[in-house]
């Protein structure tokens, strides 16, 4: 007991004394030590702005509904660490065709079916392909950098979260068996509503955090479902609406305000669609906080998951912008050493592409035009390929959370796989991209 005690002090005054002693050697006077902090609030005021309320607001609720409304052994037949595995990471690894999300829009997700019972290989092959195969990511990368690295990028992502997911498994094979047994040990939970309306509902959910982030595109289907994409919202937004009056148990009165209150926002803002979009989500946390029965539970799941992702996203991306600024700006850490690193196509300018890519924060799709410029720039076609394939699956704050819900020897091990897939990927199809 003492020697703990003793053990636990020591780590106290250790991080004491780093603290005083970084402050002690703060290089106040340096121009790139302001300029780290500046891109560190840029990255984060942009971050918030830009992905709090349009991404990760409908992750966190629909990672709350699955929480409430999904029946715990629907997922582990399906995605369980004894579900068929053909299934499991067939549907795991291509799951993320048609979610324009980041690395961090999926955690609360991956957390969301992790702890309702799915495997530890299909949650991590889900983890990887949610932000890496996005349908429109895939036809961006063929337009820009061309089809074979469009292709490459595409069956590469597949692939490998196929792989990623099953050495995971393997790997953590005993801890895995220990949980799946607990896992069967815990009551089934879950909604008993019919199926249709659960899957209703959720689909009204995903089309408007898809959608709401949909992107611009020159391939002429895309293009059509930008120039719907708010059409789209609306209706997903009147759906759920519905769903909420008719099969669950909210204030009909409620909705009403909060479906005014839209649509004077939406009449007040034009060309602000993010207002009308705040003032729904803020309006579905005043209907779902303190009711009673399930609606009630799906609030206070969605705030857990809120408690435990935002702050060590929001601090993650604040050192990541601290270190490595924003694209096409500096942190502390010079642009040129990244690109005089990760020039050529050898095994260490690859390897370092694929490590700098897990720390780097890519929004959806702003991976593209980057890699772009570092080829411009000298960066080879193996190293561009482990950048694609390591940067949109990982960040510095999504490692971050990941730890939270995996713990600290699945995280590393998970980044490792991550990367090391990658650089292989890099110096055995480099070559073939560049002919």
Not at 282 to 304: D, F, H, M, S
Not at 400 to 426: E, F, Q
């Amino acid at each position: 007991m003492k020697s703990s005690f003793l053990s636990s002090e020591w780590r106290w005054a250790a991080c004491l004394c780093g603290v005083f002693f970084a402050i002690w050697w703060m290089p106040l006077e340096s121009p790139r030590f302001h300029q780290g902090i500046d891109e560190a609030l840029a990255l984060t005021q942009w971050y918030a702005r830009e992905h709090v309320v349009p991404c990760l607001l409908p992750a966190f609720f629909i990672a709350g509904a699955m929480a409430v409304f999904v029946n715990r052994g629907s997922v582990t037949k399906y995605l369980g660490a004894s579900a068929n595995r053909t299934t499991a990471y067939a549907v795991a690894s291509v799951s993320g065709t048609f979610l324009a999300v980041c690395s961090c829009t999926v955690l609360p997700l991956f957390a969301g079916i992790y702890r309702m019972g799915a495997g530890l290989g299909p949650a991590t092959a889900f983890l990887y392909s949610g932000p890496a195969i996005s349908a429109l990511a895939m036809v961006m990368s063929a337009k820009v950098l061309g089809v074979k690295m469009g292709l490459a990028r595409g069956i590469g992502a597949v692939v490998f979260a196929m792989i990623i997911g099953l050495l995971m498994q393997w790997i953590f094979r005993r801890s895995e068996r220990l949980r799946g047994g607990q896992v069967m040990q815990v009551p089934e939970s879950g909604s008993s509503r019919p199926l249709w309306q659960v899957a209703l509902f959720f689909t009204t959910q995903a089309s408007i955090l898809v959608f709401t982030n949909w992107s611009d595109s020159e391939q002429p289907f895309f293009a059509a479902l930008f120039q719907w994409k708010w059409k789209i919202v609306t209706l997903s937004a009147v759906g759920l609406a519905w769903m909420l009056a008719s099969g669950f148990e909210v204030r009909r009165g409620r909705l009403a305000v909060v479906a005014l209150g839209v649509m004077v926002g939406a009449w007040s803002s034009s060309g602000q669609p993010l207002i009308p979009i705040a003032l729904g989500w803020v309006g579905l946390v005043w209907i779902t906080a303190g009711a009673p029965g399930e609606v009630g539970e799906w609030w206070r799941q969605t705030w857990n998951f809120m408690k435990q992702v935002m702050p060590l996203l929001l601090s993650g991306v604040f050192v990541a912008g601290l270190l490595l600024g924003r694209p096409g700006h500096e942190g502390w850490l010079p642009s040129a050493w990244i690109q005089a690193t990760l020039g050529g196509n050898g095994p260490i300018a690859t390897f370092a592409a694929a490590l700098a890519g897990s720390l780097m924060y890519f929004a959806t799709l702003t991976e593209i035009p980057i890699v772009e410029g570092l080829q411009g720039g000298g960066m080879g076609q193996g190293p561009a390929l482990a950048l694609l394939l390591a940067g949109p699956a990982l960040s510095l704050p999504n490692m971050l959370v990941i730890r939270t819900v995996l713990g600290t020897g699945k995280m590393l091990t998970y980044v490792g796989l991550v990367v090391v897939c990658s650089t292989a990927a890099g110096l055995l199809v480099g070559p073939l991209l560049t002919h």
